[in-house]
């Protein structure tokens, strides 16, 4: 009695009943069962995956293991189109199964790979099923693109946007978060990952399912196009129609661009400022690494030895005091197997240095006292004569706010968003509301204060004079004129300021 297998690849349509798996049961049962000679094993069957590879076909692979153990020693097939498509694959694995003496039979086809000519005709109708899968991804290709070329979305939802039926319609609550991550980074200048961090900590949605808020995950978000209305698709290709294996796009196929193709989330002025800031950090050899400018030395320490950013850890002092620590990047995440540059730098150590060289600069005190506290007031001044108009900007945006909770509304009436989603944002707005109710109480009362120009003038001339001296540290002005601190394996390091030509070298 020989035992016999049978393999089938099953399609995904439900309509597709010619190829279903309950109909290609029924028929090798009743084909096994009219031989007597043949005892069913097993039916093997993979659904809706492509034929031109075995890769990722587990029951294929399963049935391929079990004829190496003796299970069986026929496999049955209804045609060569259905056990593979790759010529490669087709020849291999049956000149493998007639090594170990299993049969494979191709029902409609007629072949049987123990035959004289088995493999002759086996080849033939191989490339031809070979061929046929070529000729199908080109027409599917092909059509795909013309859509693509008509706006059609190709791709799955993301934050922000829902794909239905291949046109992008807007989420309320994941273009609320994209609107603040442009928001914070483009406007306020805040660091991916502190964006990710903020994120984090106020519990807003994660992107596509993760634990928490990446700083990748926060770049990917800054760098697509579709937040600002336009569609670029074929960003990856398939070179090869056998191993369906994708590739980035870099030039091979030409990209499908559309300008102002759906409704934006963000505007393009909020764009080409987030746009024009990852360019900046490009240009200063930082990449896309997305440290925060929290600190004002986050992202700017960096190993003469490996390249790396320092990363900053706070670390408890025995007289429970804290420090901020710096240490190659490298070292942190790889232990051992790290960079070995050995040098923690911290932060009033590093704040120091940078007092130390603006004290060394040859600079007329007195002039730049006078003429930056003139700046200032000009500035103060400037904005204090409009300060009137602080408590109506605020008033518009609690204006927008209730235009947004009554969106919500009529999002959860329409059955856009569930009951869930809709008391989640409703409370977020309530909590924003409080806060602009707040801010606007302070503002009004500002207003009503007021200072007198001597006043103010002498408050700024005393804070430059202290900023100059070293008697009182500026984040902001620290910022701008850090360029970099490099740490060397041998313990000394090398400051560098914005525009500056000086090395400030220190041990």
């Known amino acids: 009695m020989i035992k016999a297998a049978a393999y089938c690849r099953v399609s995904t349509d439900k309509e597709d009943q010619a190829n279903s ?48 153990q003796g299970k069986f020693q026929l496999i049955l097939t209804k045609e060569v189109s259905r056990f593979s498509r790759n010529i490669v694959d087709t020849l291999s694995y049956t000149r493998e199964l007639k090594r170990i003496g299993v049969a494979v039979e191709f029902v409609t086809d007629h072949i049987n790979t123990m035959d004289g000519d ?53 989420e309320p609550e994941g273009a609320e978060i994209v609107r603040l991550i442009f928001q914070k980074y483009a406007v306020e200048q805040v660091g991916t990952c502190e964006i990710a961090r903020f994120l984090t900590e106020e519990g807003y949605r994660t992107y596509r399912g993760c634990s928490k808020w990446k700083s990748s995950a926060v770049i990917k978000i800054l760098k697509n196009e579709k937040y600002v209305g336009d569609l670029v698709q074929k960003k990856t290709y398939t070179p090869d129609y056998l191993t369906h294996e994708k590739k980035t796009n870099k030039g091979q196929v030409p990209l499908i661009r559309i ?42 320490i960096k190993c003469a030895q490996c390249g790396s950013s320092f990363v900053g850890r706070m670390r408890k002092r025995k007289d429970g005091t804290k420090v901020r620590r710096w240490s190659c990047g490298t070292a942190v ?68 706010l209730q235009q947004k909770k009554e969106a919500v509304m009529d999002h959860y009436f329409s059955g856009d968003i569930s009951k869930a989603d809709m008391f989640s944002m409703k409370r977020r707005y309530e909590a924003q509301e409080t806060a602009l109710q707040e801010r606007m109480k302070t503002a009004e009362q500002r207003l009503q204060e007021g200072r007198s120009t001597l006043q103010l003038k002498e408050a700024i001339q005393g804070e430059v004079t202290a900023l100059l001296k070293g008697e009182m540290e500026s984040t902001v002005l620290s910022k701008q004129l850090v360029d970099r601190l490099t740490v060397f394996k041998d313990k000394h390091m090398e400051l560098r300021l914005m525009d500056l030509p000086q090395i400030f070298r220190f041990v």
């Open 118 to 170: 088995g493999e002759l005709r086996l080849s033939i109708m191989a490339t031809m099923a070979q061929d046929e899968s070529r000729k199908t991804s080109s027409r599917v290709v092909w059509g795909q693109t013309r859509q693509m070329e008509k706006g059609v979305v190709f791709g799955r939802s993301m934050l922000g946007y829902d794909v239905r039926a291949g046109k992008l319609i807007v």
């Open 259 to 300: 300008e102002n193709h759906h409704r934006p989330i963000i505007s393009r002025e909020i764009w080409d400022l987030a746009q024009a800031r990852m360019a900046r950090n490009n240009k200063r050899g930082d990449g896309d690494t997305g440290h925060s400018n929290r600190y004002v030395f986050s992202g700017k």
């Open 333 to 400: 995440t790889e232990g051992a197997e790290g960079c070995d540059v050995g040098r923690l730098v911290r932060d009033d150590d590093a704040m120091e240095m940078l007092k130390t060289a603006v004290r060394s600069l040859p600079m007329d005190t007195e002039s730049i006292i006078h003429n930056v506290s003139n700046l200032a007031l000009e500035a103060i001044q400037s904005g204090e004569s409009g300060a009137a108009d602080v408590p109506e900007r605020l008033r518009f945006e609690l204006d927008r």
């Open 21 to 68: 798996f309950e109909a290609q049961r029924s028929y090798f049962q009743e084909y096994i069962a009219d031989n007597p000679n043949w005892e069913l094993y097993e039916i093997y069957a993979d659904e809706g995956i492509s034929g031109t590879s075995t890769k990722k076909r587990a029951q294929f692979s399963r049935m391929i293991s079990d004829a190496h």
